[in-house]
């Protein structure tokens, strides 16, 4: 490639944080009682080489704008990609016409003033390294972690393709309590799908990652690719199993799906509305004293980290579970005054809606144990590396998933499985969580360590 | 990031009829042609400048799609009117191949300076001496699959509001345990222009809609056992507002989703192994497109990554299964007049008696395995490259009756809901979720039992399909596919059939077999 991808187009000038301002200040002006603007701003670059050669190179950036207005209890919210004084003005026209549908809500309504507020100092959150790399290095980036992994074995024999990805994103919102406040964020990831194959045709496919908000953070390629490849390798071969009933631990890539299930659970959102079995179970004991569960918007540089949330609240440290005993639910203001309790700022703002719930840094405290140690302890049962399907009722607590990984044989990983099921209660799951891993790490807002639970059926022949 | 390589059927439905093309009257065409020439003052001569930008650096073949999108949602919870959200997204994608390789750059600003930036962006990907570009558009026979005559975007807001409330009462007179409701409404209107180097030229304006309901039921505390249950139903597609004033009223989808709920109450545990299972018809028909449906997309072939790849011509199935993509079924809400490249969709038969015949292609995968362009070239928007995507997906009617077929069954699982699937292309394994399912014990359906996954092996799943019901129905509408991280509505089919071995996934020790302890 000869060519050079940077693109010298200078943005359009136009002061975006003035504009949110301006918008809230004209709703308000049109008769709304309180409003709120959100502005999201972004870039975008991603390649993918396959088999050594550039497969796909795609280079953007876009942006939008959301208003959400009241009148009295009743909200509506418009949002446009249009920044015309045309597009803007019709936003804010549909919007106030809007709120007129829907109903009065007691409990509808912005943050008080005295809520609002953002962190201060430097959180880390945006380095314009992601963006450092000349475009044909970043090509090779991704190049050199498909190479190392199709290297690292004869029977890596095709691909997915390595990937590189760089974005950085821009967030203002501004509501008529005169909050105004916006971030920067940006992220960088390189990842590999290697697809191997054994003597008999049968194809297995995993992948690995890295992902960092600064590329001098990022893994270096050839690490990626040997992962990638060792962690596709092991699965050749894999075979059913017949049914049983056998402790399961779950690598952290999928353990994490639990912290999900539990996120689910203490979801503002579902509790008021009784769809999670965690709801009316604060200050009661719902897993092991062994759980303790975190939720912290503040952690410098975190992939979960904002300096407010999603209203214009300053982000904050929440023990979810501590030791077993649900301590606090995850809420913005709505849930929070539905709830009678205080928002844990936690709001998440999309463009258009009312606000919902999201996670910060969210994470299962570590334990002591290597997974190796945790692994060392099972004589007979199922280590699990990837799960297949959605199967968790919240309502109900029934858990029932696709799984594939390997099989454990007095405390080692003996041969890999497949086309199987995981299934039991989340609510006796939660409690059945034996063995907690030191080996938290996070590659995403959501992190767990390596975990052992017992009493599930694994289904299988 | 998209890593995992997960394809979600996410959804919530359950099936009733084929939609035959509903009695609309005095059908106004509304397919807004010229709609980008109207507003945004294109001209042919500017489509040939930004495609000449796009060549500017070789390249075999370079297309422009733009976009306009309209849409409206509403949430009625606690029966309050709680959200009511209207957007406006627009915006283009340009797109260069060069051999294998795929440049894109989008814009959300439809200035012709920013296209023709957008243009010389993606033509980085190539090399070479600029390319002479088009010599005239060719304007294919326009179709019209969904001729409304008033977009459900631009109808009166009360009438979407009423709708919900209508489903609210419903849901909420059905039954006293039913404690908590919610129903949304969602409606989009798509104005697309597709102009490519090859003189592709194709406009088409697509409407959607959908509504969904979702309850919770719980009995009790005075009642002495604890029970909790949830129920999901909805349905829409390429309408407009009238198709919900049809038999597909709010009332009907609330009765549904509360009786699912209710049904939950007294679900017992779902068996765990491999065991006969009859699928009932409809929605359960994404077993197709998770078990064989994106095996067969033809980027996974092209590249060798899908454990059918090299299977045409072999068997996949029972001689009973013949198994086709069809997106040129009227109303549907996986159908389209012309794809995302601008191709015309059609009926594309993948397994015909069992025997693998062929794959979905877009035009890049035609183009380098000298295949036809069956039209399936889809995208989620302007941001996104398109690929080889499923329309309406479904398995032709047999000749069993659906009640002999449960008669067969000595010890069994029926299942007629599902919540999503997901499929790993590579190995072919693909999970679907049950959400409602029963035992079916000496050849009667018996108890209803919790939800539990279903897992399989898609290349030989249908080999075991020993009977076929007579009795084929599609989704209600809501089905929306996930891959690579772009999201398109689909349709799913299927009449009842009996598989003679699959494994459930549930946790019910069962009397006979037993585990391995």
């Not at chain 1, 203490?266 to 975190?294: C, H, M, P, Q």
């Not at chain 2, 090859?198 to 009995?219: H, W, Y």
């Not at chain 2, 039209?375 to 009640?403: C, F, K, V, W």
């Not at chain 2, 919790?450 to 290349?459: D, F, Q, R, S």
Request: net charge negative; hydrophobic share 35%.
């Amino acid at each position: 490639m000869t060519t050079t991808l940077e693109t010298t187009e200078v943005k359009l000038a136009l002061n975006l944080k003035e504009l949110a301002a301006d918008v809230v200040s004209r709703a308000t002006h049109g008769g709304a009682t309180a409003a709120e603007c959100v502005v999201r701003e972004g870039d975008e670059f991603s390649t993918t080489v396959r088999l050594g050669q550039v497969e796909t190179l795609k280079e953007s950036g876009s942006r939008a704008i959301g208003v959400r207005v009241f009148f009295g209890q009743r909200a509506a919210s418009t949002y446009s990609s249009d920044f015309s004084a045309a597009g803007i003005e019709r936003m804010l026209t549909s919007a106030l016409e809007l709120a007129r549908i829907t109903s009065e809500d007691p409990y509808a309504g912005i943050p008080e003033a005295g809520k609002l507020g953002l962190l201060s100092g430097n959180l880390n959150l945006y380095h314009e390294d992601v963006y450092s790399l000349p475009g044909p290095d970043r090509i090779d980036y991704a190049r050199r972690a498909e190479r190392a992994a199709l290297e690292a074995d004869p029977r890596i024999k095709n691909s997915e393709g390595g990937s590189f990805d760089a974005a950085t994103g821009r967030k203002i919102l501004a509501n008529s309590h005169g909050f105004l406040g916006e971030y920067r964020r940006s992220y960088c990831s390189v990842a590999v799908v290697p697809i191997a194959q054994d003597a008999n045709g049968g194809m297995q496919r995993d992948y690995w990652y890295s992902v960092a908000r600064s590329l001098a953070k990022l893994d270096p390629a050839e690490q990626v690719g040997k992962e990638a490849a060792r962690r596709t390798l092991r699965r050749l071969g894999a075979r059913k199993v017949k049914t049983a009933h056998v402790p399961v631990v779950l690598d952290p890539m999928v353990a994490r799906s639990m912290l999900e299930h539990i996120f689910e659970g203490v979801n503002g959102d579902s509790v008021y509305r009784g769809a999670s079995f965690l709801a009316g179970k604060l200050g009661e004991k719902i897993a092991g004293t062994n759980v303790t569960v975190v939720d912290d918007g503040t952690i410098s540089g975190g992939f979960g980290t904002t300096p407010f949330d999603g209203e214009g609240i300053p982000t904050r440290r929440t023990v979810v579970i501590e030791n077993g005993i649900l301590k606090s639910y995850l809420l913005n203001t709505y849930t929070a005054k539905k709830l009678g309790l205080e928002t844990t700022a936690n709001a998440s703002r999309g463009l258009a809606g009312t606000p919902g719930i999201g996670p910060g840094n969210y994470f299962l405290q570590p334990g002591t144990k290597t997974p190796k140690q945790i692994i060392g302890e099972v004589r007979d049962g199922l280590y699990v590396t990837e799960f297949l399907g959605h199967g968790a009722n919240l309502v109900t607590g029934d858990y029932s998933r696709g799984a594939s990984g390997m099989w454990i044989i007095n405390g080692e990983l003996a041969y890999p499985v497949e086309e199987i099921t995981v299934a039991g209660n989340l609510k006796d799951m939660f409690c059945n969580i034996s063995e907690i891993g030191a080996d938290l790490e996070f590659r995403g807002s959501v992190a767990s360590p390596t975990i052992r639970i017992d009493g599930l059926t694994v289904g299988g022949e | 990031m998209q890593v995992a390589c997960g394809w979600t059927g996410r959804v919530v439905c359950r099936l009733e009829d084929i939609k035959k093309a509903r009695g609309h009257q005095n059908i106004v065409n509304a397919t807004q042609e010229r709609f980008f020439f109207d507003h945004y003052g294109l001209t042919n001569h500017d489509l040939e400048l930004y495609l000449a930008a796009a060549l500017s650096a070789g390249g075999d073949y370079a297309d422009l799609y733009f976009e306009y999108l309209t849409s409206t949602s509403l949430m009625v919870d606690e029966s309050l009117v709680k959200s009511a959200s209207q957007g406006i997204s627009a915006g283009c994608g340009v797109r260069v191949v060069s051999g294998e390789r795929t440049g894109y750059a989008y814009t959300d600003d439809l200035s012709s300076q920013r296209i023709l930036h957008a243009a010389r962006t993606a033509a980085l990907i190539a090399s070479a001496p600029a390319k002479s570009t088009v010599a005239g558009f060719q304007q294919k026979a326009a179709r019209s699959l969904y001729p409304v005559s008033l977009p459900s975007v631009d109808a009166d807001i009360s009438a979407k509001v009423e709708l919900l409330m209508r489903a609210d009462q419903t849901a909420r007179g059905y039954d006293p345990r039913i404690k908590e409701v919610r129903a949304s409404y969602a409606d989009e209107l798509r104005n697309i222009l597709v102009v490519g180097s090859d003189g592709t030229f194709a406009e088409d304006s697509q409407p959607l809609a959908r509504m969904n309901v979702s309850c919770i039921a719980k009995t009790d505390a005075s009642s002495g056992r604890e029970s909790s249950g949830r129920g999901t139903s909805g349905g829409g597609g390429r309408v407009a507002l009238d198709f919900f004033f049809g038999d597909k009223t709010p009332e009907f989808f609330a009765r549904e989703a509360s009786r699912q709920a209710i049904l939950q109450l007294d679900a017992r545990e779902a068996p765990a192994g491999d065991m006969e299972v009859v699928l009932g018809p409809g929605w359960p028909g994404v077993l197709l497109h998770e078990a064989v449906g994106h095996g067969l997309e033809a980027d996974f072939n092209r590249k060798k990554t899908s454990a059918f790849a090299g299977l045409i011509g072999k068997r996949v199935a029972s001689e009973k299964c013949t198994v086709v993509d069809n997106g040129t079924m009227p109303w549907r809400r996986g159908s389209l007049n012309v794809d995302d490249e601008g191709q015309p969709t059609q009926e594309t038969v993948l397994i015909e008696n069992g025997i693998l015949k062929g794959y979905l292609s877009d035009k890049l995968s035609s183009r380098l395995m000298g295949l036809a362009d069956t039209g399936n070239g889809r995208r989620e928007s302007y941001e996104h490259i398109p690929m080889p995507r499923m329309t309406n997906t479904y398995m032709l009617a047999g000749q069993d009756d659906p009640g002999d077929i449960i008669r067969s069954v000595k010890n069994g699982v029926y299942a007629v809901n599902f919540g999503g699937g997901q499929v790993d292309i590579t190995n072919g394994k693909f999970v679907f979720s049950a959400s409602e399912a029963y035992l079916i014990e000496d050849g009667q359906i018996t108890a209803p039992i919790k939800g539990a996954t279903l897992i399989g092996n898609g290349p030989d799943v249908l080999t075991r399909v020993s009977m076929v019901g007579n009795d084929l129905k599609l989704d209600e509408g809501v089905g929306t596919c996930g891959k690579d991280g772009q999201a398109v509505p689909v349709g799913v089919g299927i009449p009842t059939i009996k598989i003679d071995r699959l494994t459930v996934g549930g946790t019910a020790k069962r009397e006979s077999g037993g585990y391995m302890q």
